[in-house]
């Protein structure tokens, strides 16, 4: 009986959701994969072009703003879906209480209080499960981000190698060239990734401060209403 409970007692403390998790990252394995393969990624290229090109190509004349527009594509898809499917004020509720938890955690090892300090890890591993399950929700849109990001940045790769002149101009260089490596990317890659600082930055603020906004004064209006 007692061996029984010993084996068993481990399982409420287990993070809850993970299947979920390592279903998404096998979904992103498969995509990765699939673009390895030539006739995939050319079919995909080929057909993001159709749509693409014309619209924000711009006949490889402005290569800067195609990357800067490619970029709000991604940011505020990406950025979207995580915001919606994320709950800061869950979020907010569980770190708060595991911050709290922390501080009283560290106060019982001080006074070696054996029967708080179980107590307060049997709470932990509650938020632990609960915080687990919230990062769960988060991981289920990155396949679909994926989805999105790939083929686009597969077809921006392309357009920008196939440009004529493919150079733009910094403060303190006149030409540099968006195929020449820089470490082990091409330039292009770190200018994309430069450019969507920024663009996440605001976007991602903006749209969180309204919808944690709405979500707390719909909080407050059922509060008042009960």
Do not use: C, H
């Amino acid at each position: 009986m007692t061996a029984s409970q010993t084996t068993r007692a481990p399982a409420p403390g287990m993070p809850q959701g993970t299947g979920s998790m390592f279903f998404s990252m096998i979904i992103m394995m498969g995509m990765l994969l699939a673009f390895l393969n030539p006739s995939i990624r050319n079919g995909t290229v080929s057909a993001m072009n159709t749509v693409l090109s014309p619209s924000i190509g711009f006949g490889g004349s402005l290569p800067v703003i195609t990357i800067m527009i490619a970029e709000l594509i991604v940011v505020i898809v990406g950025t979207t879906l995580r915001i919606i499917f994320t709950d800061f004020v869950e979020q907010a509720r569980v770190q708060g209480i595991m911050g709290a938890l922390r501080v009283e955690q560290r106060a019982a090892f001080k006074e070696r209080d054996q029967d708080r300090i179980k107590k307060l890890n049997q709470q932990q591993n509650k938020y632990l499960v609960e915080n687990t399950q919230l990062m769960n929700k988060q991981m289920r849109i990155l396949p679909i981000t994926l989805v999105i990001i790939f083929p686009l940045f597969t077809w921006l790769s392309v357009f920008l190698f196939r440009l004529p002149y493919p150079v733009f101009t910094v403060p303190w260089a006149a030409k540099v060239y968006f195929t020449k490596n820089f470490l082990i990317f091409p330039t292009w890659v770190f200018l994309y990734a430069v450019l969507g600082i920024p663009f996440t930055q605001i976007y991602q603020r903006l749209l969180r401060y309204f919808i944690l906004k709405k979500r707390l004064e719909k909080l407050m209006s059922t509060g008042q209403a009960d």
